[in-house]
């Protein structure tokens, strides 16, 4: 599959794990105000775990075959669930508590922003063919 093909892939995916996160923090946020920080910390991990389902069974489901779904949920992770937990808190912070701006736009942006870096480290390391992890590692 060519990168152009799957990385559209990605973002359909990506726009479904957005809606996911999105609700999920709307409705932490709303029994919880206040503890947006906590809020979307679960919202990612909630999302992270539905989008590898997906990218597993859709992305990149030419690869499926090429690792145990255990060290791909590892792999994805440690890089994905890192990249959008850490990017997530970081601009959550700076953009609720310093500008003053409202948690789920500023959510959106934080998912806007760590979607390049996830596609690169997805299509990379965590769903990279077997046969190039055991020539690299």
């Known amino acids: 599959m060519n990168t152009f093909v799957r990385w559209c892939r990605f973002n359909l995916v990506g726009a479904m794990g957005m809606a ?3 609700g999920t923090l709307a409705i932490l946020n709303r029994s919880s105000p206040g503890h947006y920080l906590m809020a979307s910390a679960a919202a990612v991990e909630l ?6 389902i997906w ?9 499926r075959a090429d690792s145990h779904w255990p060290l791909q949920l590892l792999r994805f992770h440690l890089s994905n669930g890192v990249v959008s937990i850490a990017g997530t808190l970081l601009l959550m912070r700076l953009l609720v508590h ?3 701006f409202p948690v789920l736009l500023s959510n959106v942006a934080a998912i806007v922003c760590c979607s ?3 596609f690169a480290i997805s299509d990379a390391w ?3 063919r077997r046969s190039h992890l055991l020539l690299t590692t």
């Open 20 to 22: 996911v996160q999105l």
């Open 47 to 52: 999302a992270v775990l539905h989008n590898f």
């Open 98 to 100: 310093r500008g003053h």
């Open 126 to 128: 965590a769903f990279r």
């Open 55 to 63: 990218h597993i069974r859709y992305t990149w489901r030419d690869r």
């Open 116 to 118: 390049v870096i996830n």
